[in-house]
């Protein structure tokens, strides 16, 4: 009994103050591009007006997810949301209702978001016009579509711990760090997964065989990069336009990640995620 207590009860939990800060709607859209929101939650044929209302079936071993709609329709999509219903949804991995959300949403990257990133994002989800369309719900196998379950998923394997300042390198190494481990998301495909859908630690960054839709993914960690005689201009041409070092198209999931993401991304921001990763 002691031990159901902890895991259902024992969740980690911040307790953010918003309310104070000023969000800023344009910067905001950049934080959309930033946690790579666009993929997830938009349909390849929605066109214009379907943006965020709702995406395609992410294939994983425990089942399919749709990413919802967000947009601000009130009934549909997330229009009767509150700020703080926002940043329990993003760095909580809650709904307004209580009910959690699965880590295929990565709320355990988005857990480490800065506040202004939270607020600016939540500006600009305001502006995102509303679209009258339920969300699909996720086909999942017993016992995985048991929500209950998420509470001690939660207990176990997800941290409130922000992205540490290391004062020893520099201002774009540290940029790059807090968007690699925090709102890019990086670890979440490209890290290899325990059998309850964890992410190992210890071999972050590593591949994993079971990426997006069961595509194999790459290892981006440092040494395999370097063995592959990758270098930052190499990872900023990949990043900005889809180009590998070989001269070839990147394709696939991370073709859709460069045209929803970091396609979009300023120079600075590609040259600090290239320097984090290679960097020691």
């Known amino acids: 009994m002691g031990v159901a207590l902890y895991l259902f009860l024992g969740v980690p939990t911040q307790n953010r103050t918003l309310h104070q800060i000023q969000g800023d709607a344009e910067r905001g859209a950049y934080v959309l591009r930033l946690a790579g929101c666009v993929a997830c939650h938009t349909s390849k044929d929605a066109g214009e007006k379907g943006f965020l209302s709702g995406g395609e079936a992410l294939q994983t071993p425990f089942g399919a997810f749709f990413g919802p709609n967000i ?23 809650v709904a307004p ?17 800065s506040d202004q990133d939270v607020v600016d994002l939540w500006a600009y989800m305001q502006t995102v016009p509303p679209v009258s369309k339920p969300s699909k719900a996720h086909r999942l196998s017993w016992p995985f579509d048991q929500r209950l379950l998420m509470a001690a998923w939660k207990t176990l394997f997800l941290s409130a711990d922000p992205v540490q300042t290391d004062e020893s390198k520099t201002d774009s190494w540290n940029r790059g760090a807090y968007i690699v481990e925090g709102p890019g998301h990086c670890g979440a495909c490209h890290s290899p997964r325990g059998p309850l859908g964890n992410i190992d630690g210890a ?9 997006p839709d069961d595509e194999a993914t790459p290892a981006i960690d440092r040494e395999s990069l ?12 990949l990043l900005q336009i889809g ?28 040259r600090a995620i290239a320097e984090y990763l290679l960097s020691p």
């Open 71 to 93: 947009t601000s329709d009130a009934d549909y999509g997330i229009g009767s949301w509150s700020l703080d219903d926002f940043s329990d949804a993003l760095v909580n991995g």
């Open 97 to 113: 209702d209580g009910a959690h959300y699965y880590p295929a949403f990565p709320f355990t990257f988005y857990a480490r978001l």
């Open 203 to 211: 071999s972050r960054l590593t591949g994993s065989i079971f990426g």
């Open 226 to 237: 370097k063995e592959s005689d990758w270098i930052e201009d190499d990872l900023f041409w």
């Open 243 to 270: 180009v590998l070092p070989d001269g070839d198209v990147i394709g696939s999931t991370m073709g859709e990640v460069v045209d929803d993401s970091t396609g979009n991304l300023t120079d600075d921001d590609l």
